[in-house]
């Protein structure tokens, strides 16, 4: 008999019956492993078997999946067919990208006005003479259209030849040396000169000349086209250089006020007149009743 202690994992250790000897532990499992053998044989024998025609028919199923599948592969693209085929290429978009900020279609005194922050100064004063000089040169225009009479269109013009006289002198005395002084860009301030000069040689024309002639209204509309271009580049360029510089624009406004109020034609201010209005646009913002 052999002995009972034998390794894990034995046949002797799975043993249910520790108590029973070795080999009749075994013999008994290997007729009941021949018994099952024989159970299964006898069930396998009573099972239907299929017909010869059911038996062809899933051969006939795998030969039309077979052609199917050779058709598939017959007509699909050689890159298919290969199983390391880099995928294709996808096709590159070409995209365009918005302008950030699209130039406006035409720059004018209204929509370059430096925006009003704080105590009304210089530029607030000059600012509103360009928007009060701006709306008159429509004013005339309209004038101009409707074929007015020779006088209406000559006192408009003269009111707008003495506001710009005004305004020049006090920016080429007052203004002007101040911006050199505060360390303003020269060639800024020189360009600026030149096109007062140009501008005051058509003022003359236009004073000179009479409201009949045939170019009379063309010269005040050149003359108007010229003041936007000028006032645009003061509003982008040597306005927001001059708030930045430190200059004291405020107590500058007091001396430019006077200067002017000694320029304008007795009687007051001929464009205010014109208008119907209390002068200053933004200077109105900061009056005191």
Do not use: W
């Not at 021949?34 to 062809?56: E, F």
């Not at 006020?257 to 304008?264: G, P, Q, T």
Request: glycine letters at 4%; aromatic letters at 4%.
């Amino acid at each position: 008999m052999a002995d009972d202690k034998t390794k894990r994992g034995s046949p002797d250790n799975k043993r249910l019956n520790k108590s029973e000897p070795y080999e009749v532990a075994y013999a008994k499992a290997k007729a009941a492993k021949k018994s099952a053998k024989k159970t299964a044989k006898k069930a396998a024998k009573k099972a239907p078997t299929r017909s010869a025609s059911a038996r062809a028919k899933p051969a006939a199923g795998s030969r039309a999946k077979k052609a199917s599948s050779t058709s598939r592969a017959k007509s699909a693209s050689p890159a298919m067919k290969r199983t390391n085929a880099a995928p294709a290429a996808k096709k590159s978009r070409t995209t365009t990208r918005a302008t950030p900020n699209p130039p406006k279609a035409e720059k004018t005194a209204e929509n370059t006005a430096p925006k009003t922050m704080k105590e009304a100064d210089a530029v607030d004063l000059l600012t509103d003479d360009h928007l009060e000089v701006g709306a008159l040169f429509k004013q005339y225009d309209k004038l101009a259209k409707k074929e007015a009479p020779a006088e209406q269109r000559r006192t408009l013009a003269q009111t707008i030849c003495d506001m710009l006289k005004a305004h020049t002198t006090i920016e080429e005395e007052i203004f002007y040396p101040a911006a050199r002084r505060a360390g303003i860009d020269a060639d800024l301030l020189d360009e600026a000169d030149i096109e007062h000069a140009s501008a005051k040689d058509l003022i003359a024309q236009i004073e000179g000349g009479d409201a009949g002639d045939d170019h009379y209204d063309a010269k005040v509309k050149v003359l108007g086209e010229y003041i936007t271009h000028h006032v645009v580049e003061e509003h982008t360029e040597m306005f927001t250089k001059c708030r930045r510089s430190g200059m004291d624009l405020v107590a500058l406004r007091g001396e430019m006020e006077a200067r002017k109020m000694a320029l304008v034609p007795e009687g007051g201010d001929a464009a205010t007149e014109a208008k119907g209005k209390s002068p200053g646009i933004l200077a109105s913002l900061f009056s005191k009743d």
